[in-house]
């Protein structure tokens, strides 16, 4: 199973980014898939997830309004668009499969992506 993060980099305050997480070996659809968030020295923050049916998505309020979590199924990819990006959201992203979404316990999640940095600065 491997999952792959990408779509970081460098932008302005209040610009968009859209990170993907792509899978193999491992149905996205089976599972919910969680975004985590790490700024060295801190612990990695759980931001946002969607649920195995896609129904529901999760946002914790620092991103609430500005992130939107999405899947398509047929390319067994996983969305997180971030619009209004503010410097604090600069950080390394990361996505994790699981059976639920809980964004508060990262153990609850079996496979991860090698992250992705996201840099906000003018």
């Known amino acids: 199973v491997q999952l792959q993060a990408s779509g970081g980099g460098l932008v302005q305050p209040g610009g968009s980014l859209r990170l993907s997480c792509a899978a193999s070996?491992?149905?996205?659809?089976?599972?919910?898939v969680g975004w985590f968030r790490q700024v060295p020295g801190k612990a990695r923050e759980g931001i946002s997830c969607?649920?195995?049916?896609?129904?529901?998505?999760y946002y914790v309020d620092s991103v609430k309004g500005r992130f939107t979590v999405s899947r398509d199924d047929a390319k067994n990819t996983v969305y997180l668009v971030m619009n209004s990006l503010k410097p604090e959201d600069t950080a390394v992203y990361y996505c994790?499969?699981?059976?639920?979404?809980?964004?508060?316990?990262?153990?609850?999640?079996?496979?991860w992506g090698q992250g992705t940095q996201v840099t906000v600065s003018s």
């Open positions: 070996g491992l149905a996205l659809d089976s599972n919910a």
């Open positions: 969607i649920s195995r049916s896609g129904g529901i998505t």
């Open positions: 994790a499969v699981g059976l639920r979404c809980i964004l508060n316990n990262e153990d609850r999640y079996d496979y």
